[in-house]
Each structure stands twice: as structure tokens, then as C-alpha cells.
């Protein structure tokens, strides 16, 4: 078998189509059904559908991978200094052509070093390829830093808060109380919503689930809000529409000359 032969076996299988499954990520976030967007974009059928619903591939040696399926949801737009996924398909598609990372900076406007550290973190282990959708999943994982609340870090805070709720104080009041307390101290301040964070999230926000029965309503959760446009009347009927709008008796004129 001669270099090139197995040169040639090294390289055959399908390429990603990275950027053909962005155009139908957008497609199919636009309502455009499955069909319509593989015949604009010339694949098979069979191809949107496990884009579309995901699908999980058995192995040889019975190993299961699940490839997840394209999400609805649009990208979250972020500071231009970030890679973004449409950059990092470029990436890829940079990659597969043979182009050098120097000459895929130039293109982006991004410096060397950048891409450079983008490519090693994000090759697949097995087929050393740039993964941009694994590199796009980590980056938006990495970026969701969540932190505790003002609450929950600082301990005078927390106590100066509990302290009021023993008193049946709301979290109103208590808010109130904190800035006329410590005026000059924003550390120390903080409005009612995060007080009910607070109790009802503890595990996020510092406060105790315990501390709840001090509140007046006595709920130890919240109960879900109906929009205004979700209430119904209680009354239903052809009555209803034939009633004549009311009048204040006090806007009509010489209301009050004739009392």
C-alpha cells in the first residue's frame, strides 16, 4: 500500500457541514419546517431530522453517544472581545480548507495567540479536529459565573435582616430601616425583592427557610402570578355587554349646588 493510499484512508469520512447546520438551526428557529430546510439546503431529510430531535448512535463495542439536538433558542449576543459560534464555525471550516491559524486571525481580525489557544482547547481527543460546537457549549458554560447575593456574603447584613424579621418587620420596612440605619454603608443595602429571595432561595441567597414564619402572610413559598389578561370575570352572559358604562355623580355638573 503505497503513502498516499493511506494517506487518502486517514482523511474519508463526512466533513461536520458546521456552517449548513447553523443556516438550519436559523431556519428552524424561524418556523421553517424540516422539509422546506433541506431542500434549501440540498441535504437529506434524515439529516435535519437528527439535527433536529438529536439521536444516540450505539458503537461496535456497545458504548452509547447521544448527540444532542439543535437548540430553539436563539444565541445570547455577547461583548465582540468573545469568540462568537459564527466565528468559530469560520474556525472550522478555516481548518478543514487548510488554512494556517495566522492566516484564520487576519481573516477574523483576531490576534494569532487567540486562535491558537481556542484550537488547543477545543480539539476532540480522538479525531483531533476543532469542535466548534463542544467549543461554543464550554464557552457559554464558563460564562454563566453565578455568585451569591449581597445577602449571603455578608454576615452584618444578614443578621441586621434577621434581627427585624423576628420583629414581624416586612421586607419592605426592613429595607427602609437599612438605608436610614446606614446611609453611608451601600453594603448594607438592599431593596425588599432581595429579602424574598432571600427566604424563599436560601440556598442561593443566605437567609434561612425557617425565617419565613416571621413574615405576616406566614407562606414559606411564593405562589405564581396571573397576568392581568389570563383573569376572568366572574359573571358571563349578553347582560354583561348591555350594561351602561357608570357615572361619578360628583362629575356631573351642579351636582353639588343641588346637595
Not at 464555525?89 to 480548507?97: E, F, N, R, S, T
Not at 460564562?143 to 434581627?163: C, E, M, N
Request: charged share 30%; hydrophobic share 30%; glycine share 6%.
Amino acid at each position: 500500500m503505497t503513502d498516499s493510499s493511506r494517506t487518502r484512508k486517514k482523511v474519508t469520512g463526512a466533513l461536520p457541514m458546521t456552517e449548513t447546520r447553523v443556516e438550519y438551526a436559523r431556519f428552524m428557529r424561524q418556523g421553517i419546517s424540516n422539509a422546506e430546510a433541506c431542500r434549501t439546503l440540498k441535504i437529506n431529510r434524515r439529516t435535519g431530522m437528527r439535527w433536529r430531535h438529536g439521536r444516540t448512535v450505539k458503537k461496535a463495542h456497545g458504548r452509547e453517544t447521544t448527540y444532542a439536538p439543535i437548540s430553539r433558542i436563539a444565541p445570547t449576543v455577547i461583548s465582540p472581545r468573545y469568540l462568537s459560534e459564527d466565528e468559530r464555525v469560520q474556525i472550522a471550516d478555516a481548518l478543514q480548507a487548510g488554512t494556517s491559524l495566522r492566516g484564520i486571525a487576519v481573516a477574523l481580525g483576531r490576534s494569532p495567540s487567540t486562535i491558537s489557544r481556542e484550537v488547543r482547547r477545543n480539539r476532540s481527543p480522538r479525531s483531533k479536529r476543532y469542535a466548534p460546537r463542544a467549543a461554543q457549549t464550554f464557552a457559554n458554560a464558563a460564562r454563566k459565573r453565578p455568585r451569591q447575593g449581597k445577602i449571603a456574603t455578608s454576615t452584618p447584613l444578614r443578621d441586621a435582616i434577621q434581627k427585624l424579621l423576628t420583629k414581624q418587620w416586612s421586607p419592605r420596612q426592613i429595607s427602609h430601616q437599612l438605608s436610614i440605619d446606614f446611609p453611608d454603608q451601600p453594603e448594607m443595602q438592599v431593596v425588599h425583592e432581595s429579602i424574598y429571595q432571600a427566604l424563599y432561595s436560601p440556598q442561593k441567597h443566605g437567609l434561612t427557610r425557617e425565617m419565613t414564619r416571621h413574615l405576616r402572610t406566614g407562606r414559606r413559598g411564593r405562589l405564581p402570578r396571573r397576568s392581568s389578561t389570563a383573569r376572568r370575570s366572574r359573571f358571563s352572559g349578553p347582560l354583561l355587554d348591555q350594561r351602561p358604562a357608570e357615572v361619578d355623580d360628583r362629575l356631573v355638573p351642579g351636582h353639588w349646588e343641588s346637595q
